[in-house]
């Protein structure tokens, strides 16, 4: 183990920096507030280190930001439709 | 995609220590997604207030409109569609496919196929499966539209 280094969950090989992943947020919540719901949910899964519609292939241990979590959900009903409704992103 | 938004927030509330409003964001997606059982349980865990009763009052409403669809003591057709009534009202958004199916099949129960076929008219395009199709080929075989129904039911065959 010796040499090994400890890295952080946003330092994982294929997953966005914190920069990066701030970067993907702030665009994705741009196009969330102009109503754009398919470009919010892209860039919020890029902000997850997915691919928009890769919910099955998640892995459990992969950091994920709640608050992307929640904001994408909200992206997702809102996509389908359902836009009366009260969902607002944080 | 309410699958898919079912997946993050039940995720973002496991992330998170439980709050109200991600509780009851959760229960709502749940509705939406036709998970009534799964959606009253979440309301359980959350204060009485007034957005929490009225969502508990759908989930329920919407329970009951299945069960009386089923054979037995509870069976109510005519209950089933003034609960669809009632649903369409409170949620104020496109009916849930699972809801315009309970739709569909009480008005069947009820004999009105004119109606059963108005509710099929309301799935979109996107969500029209084997189900739905069987359905509308139902319809058209009640009602002497048999030429249409044989269309239908060919689709569904290839």
């Known amino acids: 183990m010796k040499g090994m280094?400890?890295?952080?969950?946003?330092?994982?090989?294929g997953l966005p920096s914190q920069t990066e992943v701030m970067d993907f947020n702030t665009v994705a919540n741009d196009f969330f507030n102009d109503g754009k719901y398919k470009e919010a949910v892209?860039?919020?899964?890029?902000a997850l280190g997915m691919n928009a519609g890769d919910v099955e292939l998640i892995v459990d241990f992969a950091?994920?930001?709640?608050?992307?979590?929640?904001?994408?959900?909200a992206a997702y009903v809102l996509l389908g439709h359902y836009r009366t409704t009260s969902f607002r992103r944080y | 995609m309410l699958d898919a938004a079912l997946y993050d927030i039940t995720r973002c509330a496991k992330l998170l220590p439980p709050a109200e409003t991600i509780l009851f964001r959760l229960a709502g997606i749940q509705i939406l997604?036709?998970?009534?059982?799964k959606a009253l349980s979440t309301l359980r865990r959350?204060?009485?207030?007034?957005?929490?009763?009225a969502a508990r009052d759908l989930a329920t409403l919407i329970i009951q409109a299945?069960?009386?669809?089923?054979?037995g003591a509870c069976y109510n057709p005519e209950f089933a569609v003034v609960a669809i009534a009632v649903a369409e009202l409170r949620i104020r958004v496109p009916l849930p496919r699972e809801w315009i199916?309970?739709?569909?099949?009480?008005?069947f129960e009820t004999d009105d196929l004119k109606g059963a076929e108005e509710a099929l008219a309301q799935i979109p395009a996107e969500r029209i499966d084997a189900e739905v199709l069987l359905w509308k080929g139902k319809a058209r075989l009640f009602r002497d539209r048999y030429l249409e129904a044989a269309?239908?039911?060919?689709?569904i065959h290839i």
């Open chain 2, 66 to 71: 299945e069960d009386s669809l089923g054979e």
């Open chain 1, 63 to 73: 950091p994920a930001d709640p608050l992307i979590l929640w904001n994408r959900s």
């Open chain 2, 33 to 37: 997604a036709h998970e009534p059982h």
């Open chain 1, 5 to 13: 280094a400890v890295i952080g969950p946003h330092e994982m090989p």
């Open chain 2, 101 to 107: 199916m309970i739709r569909v099949r009480a008005k």
């Open chain 2, 46 to 53: 959350l204060e009485k207030t007034p957005e929490v009763l």
């Open chain 1, 42 to 46: 892209v860039e919020y899964s890029r």
């Open chain 2, 151 to 155: 269309e239908i039911f060919q689709v």
